[in-house]
């Protein structure tokens, strides 16, 4: 779909809205969040083309009831994979939407809902997924939580521990639980952020956990690399999705875009899962990828 409506033009910053933790992509006020097109040269927007990158491959995916998660889900329907997502019961109504805009694609999508913060639940998703799907190829890891705080006083201990149980726990435990129902040619996948390369102030924890995930993922892809199987991060900057409105003050709202003068879409970093998923990538490991809008950063 071309054209001139763009989901946010150059210089224009994301309606401001407010909504409860965990974020809803059904409860987003204005513009709904793209999830299988990408922009176009003159402000509109066109269909994703796939191309069968990922034909017979079982993913699963977390938080994938929105967002980017409900994006690569999509992408990953469309390149010809099979996935699972895992998200939290506050977001039943949401995955029951990504469900039917995957099987709308033609493609096959299991649902477990699950809070990871415990081993035990990681072991038993995967252990789920594995006999749902028959394996699992892909591990993507994209889930989880922030909350805006401006001063480490204001930041209570409550809240450090929680977000260090959410975002970097799991992604332990699942990938300790996945890992030997991979073989060669497997691939773990990371969400990471921008924001351990920019140090953002008002999201210490979050941003201290997404510094641990990049260290995460480059120590696992040395430790499995000689098993064939690759693991790498991707690092997205400003993207339009529901974190926002449920965790970010209006003034942060209104400051939310990029160097290209807007936030990205779920979609545009959807498409660096594929292709770390796909052969495409197959001599790419221990790697970040950066879809931020033009951010520089060091690697």
Not at 92 to 102: H, N
Not at 122 to 136: T, W
Not at 251 to 262: I, L, V, Y
Request: hydrophobic residues 35%.
């Amino acid at each position: 779909m071309a054209g001139t409506d763009s989901q946010f033009a150059k210089g224009h910053s994301v309606p401001v809205s407010h909504q409860s933790a965990p974020g809803k992509q059904h409860e987003m006020a204005g513009k709904d969040p793209v999830n299988d097109q990408l922009p176009t040269s003159d402000g509109g927007y066109q269909s994703y083309l796939p191309a069968n990158k990922l034909k017979g491959k079982r993913a699963l995916i977390t938080g994938g009831d929105s967002g980017i998660g409900r994006a690569v889900a999509i992408l990953y329907a469309m390149e010809g994979a099979q996935s699972t997502i895992v998200y939290m019961d506050e977001e039943e109504k949401d995955a029951q939407e990504t469900k039917r805009l995957v099987e709308e694609k033609g493609g096959k999508l299991g649902l477990i809902q699950a809070d990871l913060r415990s081993a035990e639940r990681c072991k038993s998703v995967v252990e789920e997924a594995v006999k749902g799907m028959g394996g699992v190829d892909t591990l993507v890891l994209n889930h989880g939580f922030q909350m805006m705080k401006e001063t480490i006083g204001e930041l209570s201990e409550e809240q450090w521990v929680k977000t260090f149980d959410t975002n970097i726990h799991p992604f332990f435990y699942l990938s300790k639980y996945t890992l030997p129902h991979m073989s060669p040619g497997s691939t773990i996948i990371t969400c990471a952020s921008v924001n351990h390369y920019i140090g953002r102030p008002d999201l210490l924890d979050y941003t201290s956990t997404k510094g641990a995930i990049v260290a995460f993922t480059r120590a696992l892809s040395n430790q499995q690399i000689e098993n064939g199987i690759r693991v790498n991060a991707v690092c997205p900057g400003p993207i339009w999705t529901p974190l926002i409105p449920a965790t970010m003050n209006e003034k942060a709202q209104e400051e939310f875009t990029s160097p290209m003068g807007r936030p990205g879409q779920p979609s545009e970093v959807a498409t660096c899962f594929v292709f770390l998923a796909s052969a495409d990538s197959s001599f790419i490991s221990g790697q970040s990828l950066h879809p931020n809008g033009g951010v520089i950063v060091g690697s």
